[in-house]
């Protein structure tokens, strides 16, 4: 199951997901297979990243790519054709399918902007919303969070835009020290999720991907940040 941290600041996003995966057998017995894998999925503007049923979030995204060549607009729509073609596959009384849904970030103006892709419910069809400016969107399976519920007070406390820092490093740094205690303490009462995650930084004119193996008992420290990235 996923465990996902999405913070839209005023000038740019971060965005964390764990690396455990939980997903059905091919042979439809119902019995669930783990494995470690990333989660962040990169198109031309950003990333893509879903949190419920495997095969339903890869096609959809898969679709979005090959087939609606990346409009943005057309997400939504894809989100529901993979939702449909896994229900004649395996029914349509499984809930990781039906409460899948997408967050998906890209370039903006201001810098860059994340959206939500989801639904009321099963009578309504899939929208696409954009986060507001110095929000936390918190995706998990597990809904217990009292171990973390402090740390995510603190995270919302400060917030600071990219804008605010000296350097890229400094930037990272910051969110990095503060969201690997939450990957860390979540982990250990839900044994769905891995302490490990990826980690995506964008702004106006670049991005930065990671990944943390979060085993440190130290805080971590990024000294210098390669400004030859190729283009997502």
């Known amino acids: 199951m996923t465990f996902i941290i999405a913070i839209q600041l005023n000038d740019s996003i971060i965005v964390a997901a764990d690396n455990k995966e939980v997903i059905f057998k091919e042979d439809y017995s119902n019995e669930l297979l783990e494995r470690s894998t990333s989660k962040l999925h990169a198109w031309s503007n950003g990333i893509v990243i ?24 057309l997400l939504p729509y894809c989100l529901e054709l993979s939702r449909q073609l896994r229900e004649q596959e395996i029914g ?9 849904k997408l967050l998906c970030s890209s370039y903006a103006e201001q ?30 399976f597990n809904p217990n969070v009292e171990t973390i519920t402090g740390d995510l007070k603190n995270l919302y406390v400060d917030l600071r835009d990219y804008g605010s820092f000296s ?7 910051y969110y990095i020290n503060r969201l690997a205690p939450i990957y860390q303490k979540q982990s250990q009462v839900d044994s769905l999720m891995s302490q490990s995650f990826d980690i995506f930084f964008q702004s106006k004119d670049d991005y930065v991907f990671g990944h943390i193996t979060n085993t440190q008992n130290e805080p971590l420290a990024i000294q210098e940040i390669s400004s030859n990235i190729d283009p997502i």
Do not use: C
């Open 111 to 140: 810098g860059a902007q994340l959206y939500k892709i989801e639904r009321i419910d099963d009578q309504h069809s899939y929208t696409m919303n954009a986060i507001e400016p110095t929000d936390i969107t918190v995706w998990m």
């Open 50 to 73: 879903g949190t419920g049923e495997y095969y339903v979030i890869n096609r959809s995204i898969a679709l979005f790519k090959e087939v609606a060549q990346s409009n943005l607009t």
């Open 92 to 100: 349509v009384d499984h809930f990781q399918v039906q409460n899948t």
């Open 167 to 173: 350097n890229q490093a400094e930037w990272i740094n």
